[in-house]
């Protein structure tokens, strides 16, 4: 059970550049999340998945595209990288919040990414 | 809106020592809380959450937290700190009723020998 994979591990981008974050999960979750993690900021929410084919925007939304068009697959597009989008970028999962003592969410490796 | 602080960017204990991280978060439902635990050049993984029963949560390493809702409070502890121990530690929480997580901004602690 691999639980949550995310390519490519890293990355270096020229400013302008376009490029996509894969994460893929086998455990038939219904939620899907990616997360920018900077440091002494936490992780925050970019955008997240309720389910196939659904989108909706995070926290720090802004440059940033995403796609779900297979349940187990969510996509991370940067369009026009900026040096602002360095970061470590995390991608999670999670059951529905009904499922109560099973909740919560598994992460990936991340991925670490570079715009110069 | 759901908001997660913690006190203390870094924490350093001598090994042996009581290892306590604060989290304190705010709510307008009843909140599930979590903590991760993330080693360098790795992913978040689960230390201990709490949803609902028993407010006093244990996890795993030998880790626990209890839930004070009067204190609006899940601080992190452990008795007896180890090397490896030293890690970013992450609060989180959630609205019972929704999915997403809200993290605090992690506090780093280091394990002095």
């Known amino acids: 059970n691999a639980g949550v994979t995310q390519t490519p591990k890293f990355r270096v981008l020229k400013t302008g550049q376009s490029m996509t974050l894969l994460c893929a999960q086998d455990m038939n979750h219904e939620y899907m999340y990616w997360y920018r993690q900077d440091p002494g900021m936490g992780l925050r929410l970019i955008h997240y998945s309720v389910g196939e084919g659904t989108t909706a925007k995070g926290e720090v939304p802004d440059g940033y595209n995403v796609s779900r068009l297979k349940k187990q697959n969510f996509l991370l597009g940067l369009e026009s990288a900026a040096p602002s989008q360095t970061s470590v970028y995390f991608c999670a999962s999670s059951p529905q919040p009904e499922t109560g003592a099973n909740y919560g969410y598994t992460f990936g490796s991340g991925t670490r990414l570079t715009v110069v | 809106a759901q908001s997660v602080t913690q006190l203390g960017s870094h924490v350093s204990v001598s090994e042996g020592a009581l290892v306590l991280l604060r989290c304190n978060y705010s709510s307008s439902v009843p909140p599930y809380l979590f903590w991760y635990v993330q080693y360098p050049n790795q992913g978040l993984q689960l230390l201990l959450k709490y949803t609902t029963g028993a407010t006093l949560v244990k996890g795993i390493n030998g880790f626990e937290a209890e839930f004070k809702k009067s204190e609006t409070s899940f601080h992190l502890t452990k008795p007896s700190a180890h090397m490896s121990d030293a890690a970013e530690y992450f609060c989180?929480?959630?609205?019972?009723?929704?999915?997403?997580?809200?993290f605090g901004q992690g506090t780093e602690l280091s394990v002095k020998p």
């Open positions: 989180a929480v959630s609205p019972s009723q929704g999915g997403k997580l809200i």
